[in-house]
Structure formats: structure tokens, C-alpha cells
Nanobody, 113 residues
Framework: QVQLVESGGGLVQPGESLRLSCAASGIILRFYAMGWYRQAPGKQRELVAQMSKTGTTNYADSVQGRFTISRDNAKNMVYLQMNSLKPEDTAVYYC???????WGQGTQVTVSS
């Protein structure tokens, strides 16, 4: 059974940083493209960052230059480093295996002064 478990969310002030982690079981992440998505209240879930099996990355325009997706194959984990956080980054963040689609349960990120 595939499980993805996100952690690292929390309440931070604008300009601060957070690192989200996604731990996987039942699947070897290095064989799959991975993504981080987010969903703010009243909005559709959107892609934030993705990484191919070979390490090619892609980011939403709104986070380009501030967020970095990475993976640690030895630990079977994926990360999202988020710097210079803004109030509009507030959302539930989800880890996803792109294909086949597996989702984590999400972790809340709140950016507020």
C-alpha cells in the first residue's frame, strides 16, 4: 500500500522560510516524477513544483525563485524548500506521485503577521 506523509507545515511570518517533507512507503520515489501542489480556501488545487525522474524541475510562476523541490533517494523522501514566504502562499500543501497518482494527506502552511 502506497503512503505519502507530508510534514513541516506551520505558521510563519512573511519573509520567513519553511521546508516541507514528504516521506513515502510502499513505493520507490526515484522511479517516479513527483510534485508539490497546494490548495487555498475557496480555490482549486494548483501545481507548485514538480521534478521528473531525471531531476528536471518546473515551478509555478508565483513561486519561481523562492521555492525549491528536491529529493533524497536514499531516504525515499521529497522536499519543498520555501523561502521568502508571502501571505498568498497560505494553503494546504500536498505531495503527489505524478503517475500513477498518489496523494498525501496535506500539511497546512499559514503565512501571517
Amino acid at each position: 500500500q502506497v503512503q505519502l506523509v507530508e510534514s513541516g507545515g506551520g505558521l510563519v511570518q512573511p519573509g520567513e522560510s519553511l521546508r516541507l517533507s514528504c516521506a513515502a512507503s510502499g513505493i520507490i520515489l526515484r522511479f517516479y516524477a513527483m510534485g508539490w501542489y497546494r490548495q487555498a480556501p475557496g480555490k482549486q488545487r494548483e501545481l507548485v513544483a514538480q521534478m521528473s525522474k531525471t531531476g528536471t524541475t518546473n515551478y509555478a510562476d508565483s513561486v519561481q525563485g523562492r521555492f525549491t523541490i528536491s529529493r533524497d533517494n536514499a531516504k525515499n523522501m521529497v522536499y519543498l524548500q520555501m523561502n521568502s514566504l508571502k501571505p498568498e502562499d497560505t494553503a494546504v500543501y500536498y505531495c503527489r506521485v505524478i503517475l500513477p497518482a498518489y496523494w498525501g494527506q496535506g500539511t497546512q502552511v499559514t503565512v501571517s503577521s
